[in-house]
């Protein structure tokens, strides 16, 4: 993972490093890769090729990545080659990783792992760890995360793989970066810097170069995160690599802006926004316009900056990201306010504020699926542990009915041979009647053992019936929980949507209007329309909350 500051100080891109290259070598363009799919049958091949393009597309286009990863994973498994059906469920779980949809996320990282054991490859057990440790980072859960990071560390080093190595130890370092620990952080950069160096992997020395200037800005030393940046961007323009000269003009640009020298921070990232629309890069270029944007609200140009700032809104309407319509949003209503268009600016707030509120519900949302399929796996558990018991009980009952069996041919055995002997012995005038009484004391016995085998089996017969009967409480226990889960999960969206789209519209506006008149100086006329405003958004709050208690009631 490789981190860089691009503008305010809320807005950091983060590239992730965990996806693993397969023996294609690099990423490929998606142009050339569409290629390669027309001119080859090879299936090997044709699993490389899906999974590149799934790669390529996940930034950009999450349908066509996961089509592609799926494409993947079927041939894989075609071919049964446990190695390329990992790559392919690793791909799988990096689209829903970029989705934030991450119980997703982690069955398919695991599902991968436990297929690159299989296969024994160490390296995509590795990388499975990386990914995995980035769930836990993004959740914050950083002690889980450290965890595996330093699993994949151990793996890289035996493998001797630098690379790898180098993204192990970027990771740790970015651990202590975001919980403020800034020497920790410094320090893991500075050994990734020197392996990027010793391995000349000139992406991963710029990448470098650029985290260690983002340490440095963040402890305001912005002369030596300067020279990191200006290191970064001119090795980035030596080998080609746009995106993180991009992105090194934007850190620098951030920078200025810190400092407050804006005419130096609108230079760096006015010529950031021009490379990033030759590169055609929507997300860079969007950062480039956020960045642009607050410089120039800084030196009060609202016009341009309120042009700036539509631009944002229109790209992040094309690839879809409601956190940049959010931030744009937010933008463009404190442009308003500074131009006193209180009711555009209050209009964009509530933009913004219902794009939160959306980001919001979608990760409760994920969180709720979450809790259901574990809930669901629990139970699923319990009832396979019960029929296992059940399964063991009715074993050692058939082991016992056996072992009787066994005991009464016997008997049976014995009891044929005292009839032999009885009937040889019977040539004995003398001892027919007691040979008589013995015969019918030894036909008594086997009927007694016929009796007794008979009720065995009966009982036999009875423990069936209750294990069955058993079974079925359970199925039907099992489903009734589901069906209590469903409609507690049905009430809780529910009440999730009254409040984030109908009670937080009028509270919204309150609030809104509150902070616009705590943040200006206003006219009488101007406070007594702000007054006005707030009366009429609390008494439609009055209702939405009457109507609410009336729905809570039945």
């Known amino acids: 993972m490789r981190i860089l500051q691009i503008n305010k100080s809320f807005f950091i891109v983060i590239f992730f490093k965990c996806v693993f290259f397969t023996w294609l070598g690099k990423a490929q363009s998606i142009d050339s890769l569409q290629n390669l799919l027309l001119s080859t049958s090879d299936d090997s091949l044709l699993i490389e090729i899906y999974n590149g393009l799934s790669y390529e597309y996940n930034y950009s286009d999450n349908k066509k990545a996961k089509s592609y990863a799926i494409k993947a994973l079927h041939l894989a498994q075609k071919n049964k080659n446990k190695k390329q059906i990992a790559d392919a469920l690793n791909h799988l779980g990096l689209v829903y990783m970029n989705q934030s949809v991450y119980f997703k996320a982690v069955d398919y990282f695991e599902r991968a792992q436990k297929m690159y054991r299989q296969a024994k490859y160490p390296r995509g057990v590795a990388n499975t760890l990386n990914n995995l440790g980035l769930i836990d980072e993004t959740k914050s859960e950083y002690a889980k995360a450290l965890e595996k990071y330093y699993q994949a560390l151990k793996i890289q080093q035996a493998l001797k793989n630098l690379v790898g190595v180098s993204m192990c130890l970027n990771n740790i370092g970015n651990i202590h970066f975001f919980q403020g620990n800034y020497t920790k952080a410094q320090d893991f950069y500075k050994q990734c810097l020197e392996i990027d160096k010793k391995n000349q992997d000139h992406y991963g020395v710029t990448n470098s170069l650029n985290n260690l200037g983002l340490v440095l800005s963040n402890q305001k030393k912005y002369e030596e995160a300067e020279k990191y940046y200006q290191e970064s961007i001119s090795l980035a323009q030596k080998i080609n690599n746009t995106r993180d000269e991009i992105n090194g003009l934007l850190n620098i640009g951030n920078l200025y802006r810190k400092k407050s020298q804006l005419e130096k921070a609108l230079q760096y990232v006015?010529?950031?926004?021009?490379?990033?629309?030759?590169?055609?890069?929507?997300?860079?270029?969007?950062?480039?316009?956020?960045?642009?944007?607050?410089?120039?609200?800084?030196?009060n140009k609202l016009t341009e900056a309120l042009e700036v700032s539509q631009k944002l809104y229109q790209i992040a309407a094309q690839i879809s990201s409601k956190k940049i319509k959010m931030n744009a949003s937010e933008q463009i209503?404190?442009?308003?306010?500074?131009?006193?268009?209180?009711?555009?600016?209050?209009?964009?707030?509530?933009?913004?504020?219902?794009?939160?509120?959306?980001?919001?519900?979608?990760?409760?949302?994920?969180?709720?699926?979450?809790?259901?399929?574990?809930?669901?796996?629990?139970?699923?558990?319990?009832?396979?542990?019960?029929?296992?018991?059940?399964?063991?009980?009715i074993q050692n009952q058939q082991k016992a009915l056996s072992q009787q069996y066994a005991v009464i041919v016997i008997i049976l055995i014995l009891l044929a041979w005292l009839t032999s002997l009885v009937l040889i012995l019977h040539k004995n005038n003398q001892k027919q009647k007691s040979n008589q009484r013995l015969l019918e004391n030894q036909n008594r016995v086997i009927s007694q053992y016929a009796h007794e085998l008979k009720d065995k089996n009966l009982s036999l017969e009875e423990s069936k019936e209750e294990i069955n009967t058993l079974n079925q409480s359970l199925e039907d226990k099992v489903r009734q929980r589901t069906k209590d889960l469903e409609e507690a999960n049905k009430k809780l969206i529910d009440y999730s949507f009254s409040n984030s789209h109908i009670v937080r519209r009028p509270l919204a506006n309150i609030l809104g209007l509150i902070s616009l008149i705590n943040s200006e100086t206003l006219t009488p006329e101007e406070n007594k329309e702000m007054l006005q405003m707030i009366e009429q958004s609390a008494k439609e709050l009055d209702k939405i909350i009457c109507l609410i208690n009336q729905n809570l009631e039945h």
């Open 270 to 299: 006015q010529k950031a926004k021009q490379k990033a629309e030759n590169y055609e890069d929507k997300y860079l270029l969007g950062a480039a316009y956020l960045s642009m944007s607050d410089v120039l609200i800084m030196q």
């Open 333 to 393: 209503s404190e442009i308003y306010f500074k131009q006193r268009r209180f009711e555009e600016a209050l209009k964009y707030r509530n933009i913004a504020i219902s794009y939160s509120d959306s980001i919001y519900n979608e990760k409760n949302t994920a969180k709720i699926h979450s809790l259901e399929l574990s809930s669901r796996e629990a139970e699923k558990e319990l009832l396979i542990k019960q029929q296992a018991l059940q399964k063991t009980k």
